[in-house]
């Protein structure tokens, strides 16, 4: 009672010898207006009118159909009525009948607002009429409607997404015609893994979207560490997660229901009056203006502190303490108050193995496996590498009808780092097939462990693709080494700044890996704006989309001219922030009068 039934589960129900009747009625209809009896198969209504109950269905603005808003097409359910045109007739529900209520009592104007000039009482709830079955689709004050029209109900798809262990809840609604929601993570799921939350939370909403229709996938989200507002009858306040969603999005300081536990032990009083950890509490604080930080804080889930935010971050500690984290280290510090530890235990190791090393000397520090992925292909790899593009440009060239734009940017006999956005898992095919060949042989791909090296046919097609792993979430220092050595072996390199596909197609901020490497090699970068690859194979889908896209080239530019033009307290934050910008141009620039492609294929040619 009080929730729609599945028709998933209705069918499973029925398929082991239940016999399922469901009923549709309100408070104020004492209460049932339909109902769909045992053994009539339309599972997915809740059936027929009672003898004597009329439904109409009033037209909402934004109606496919040609009748006026609030005109109701009554149907006498008894009399076998239809809807005239199935779906086209979706509206608010009303109805009239002997099970109707009267009113409220002594309360005219919530009664008058209740009926419309008719008489006919308006339920709040959408749904249409088909050959006499009614289809109820949701509440009229909480249903979302697409860019294509399409109903959706909310709180269904919320109780979906929440289904995965690593999400807590999850608050749905529209922004500029798409679905985005705010994300409350279960943190206590969260602390037993020690990889990147925001990848964990991202990975999870692909896992629940991929049994979804695409029209009810989300296009983009956001972490909370607040629980939602809710009614006293549990409902999210749908008035509230609008402005809770964009102070998060925005890094406005969200409101706090937790209560701050002040730390007042005599190991903690020591612990903070340690130099070296008030050091490094005083640069989190700095680096958190807008949050109140305990020894209790999380880095990652109260600090917004990933996986590549470690790695800046073990650089200001070195920095100021002369303690370099080991990645073991990072992987187990849960709160604040374990990492002032670890800081007060480490040795000092200002000669020894260290970030700073990892970059200025990256062979000295990676073991003979990981060199491996660095060294030039074989005859035989070369011969397979070469089949390999030639049916990725197939692809690229007669299905996506790549343009490629900016082709005379590209510094001519001189290395570089390629900096694209990053919006779909095709995006290195469309990069691959818009570099002329000579320079892809000379190209390297900075790829997560988690998808291009996930299995041995992964790992056979990476090596052909001289793509090298990386995994921040567990050998950071060792991944940026890696890049380290193949731009001292004087190839092109690319790297995905993002760290993560953008739900959305909206570019996510840059991580600092990118700014780390442009600080610490005397290489230029070239940013790459990729359009519509994520129309072509959107987040959650399986099959691409016949979508053409553009590939467009910035200008090269050096570290130097990053620094100067960016903003942020350290130079590899400056280098991030000014690429963003630069490649956030690219994507508002126009198509070229004059695009230098390989080949553009128009219809009818």
Sequence with gaps: GGAPLE????????????????????????????????????????????????????????????????????????????????????????????????????????TAEAFDENGWFRTGDLGYLDKGYLHVLGRASSLIV?????????????????????????GILSRRGKLVAVVVPNVEALKQTDADANRLIHEAI???????????????????????????????????????????????PARSNRSVVCQTSAEDLALLENPAAKQVFD????????????????????????????????????????VALEQDVLARIRTVRDLLNEIVNARVTRDDRTANLSLEEPEKVLTAEELEWTKPLTNLQSILFFMLVGLVSIAMRFFFRVKIEGLENLPENKPCIFVPNHASYIDAFVLGYALPYHRLQNTSWAAWTGIA??????????????????????SLVS??????????????????????????????????????????????????Y????????????????????????GAPVTAEALIEE??????????????????????????????????VLTQGR
């Design 530 to 553: 990729l359009k519509n690859t994520n129309k072509a194979l959107p987040p959650g889908s399986c099959w691409p989309r016949r979508v053409q896209i553009t590939v467009r080239f």
């Design 453 to 474: 090296f996930a299995n041995r046919l992964c790992c056979f097609l990476s090596r052909l693709a001289q793509a090298i792993p990386i995994d921040a979430d567990h």
């Design 7 to 110: 028709p998933k589960l209705a069918w499973k129900l029925e398929s082991l010898g239940w016999s399922v009747a469901i009923g549709y009625g309100l408070t104020e209809t004492s209460p049932l207006l339909t109902l769909k009896a045992p053994g009539d198969i339309n599972l997915s209504t809740v059936g027929k009118a009672l003898p004597g109950t009329e439904f109409g269905i009033a037209r909402l603005p934004g109606s496919l159909s040609p009748e006026p808003h609030g005109k109701p097409i009554a149907n006498d359910a008894t009399q076998g009525g239809t809807c005239p045109a199935d779906r086209c007739g979706e509206g608010e529900i009303l109805v009239r009948g002997p099970g109707v209520f009267a009113g409220y009592r002594n309360l005219p104007e919530k």
């Design 146 to 170: 697409t860019e294509a029209g399409k109903k959706i109900d909310p709180e269904i798809l919320e109780g979906h997404y929440a289904k995965h262990p690593l999400i807590k809840e999850v």
């Design 283 to 322: 640069l989190l604080a700095r680096r958190s203006l807008d949050q109140s930080i305990t020894l209790e804080s999380s880095p990652q889930l109260d600090l917004g502190i990933d996986s590549l935010d470690w790695l800046g971050l073990s650089l200001e500690i070195t920095e100021i303490t002369g």
């Design 479 to 528: 991944s940026l080494a890696l890049a380290g050595a193949v731009i001292r072996q004087g190839k092109n390199l690319v790297w995905f700044p993002e760290s993560r596909r953008s739900l959305t197609g909206e570019l996510l901020p840059f991580k600092p890996g990118i700014g780390l490497l442009l600080k610490h090699f005397p290489i230029q970068a070239v940013p790459v």
């Design 206 to 252: 692909d896992e629940q979207a991929i049994e979804l229709p695409t029209y009810k996938r989300l296009s983009g989200y956001v972490i909370s560490n607040e629980p939602l507002s809710r009614t006293a009858m549990d409902k999210v306040q749908r008035h509230k997660l609008v402005e809770h969603y964009e102070q998060i999005r925005k890094g406005l």
């Design 566 to 599: 960016g903003t942020g307290a350290r130079d590899w934050e400056r280098i991030s922030a000014a690429l963003r910008e630069r490649v956030h141009q690219l994507s508002l620039a126009k198509s070229s009068e004059r695009l230098l492609t390989r080949t």
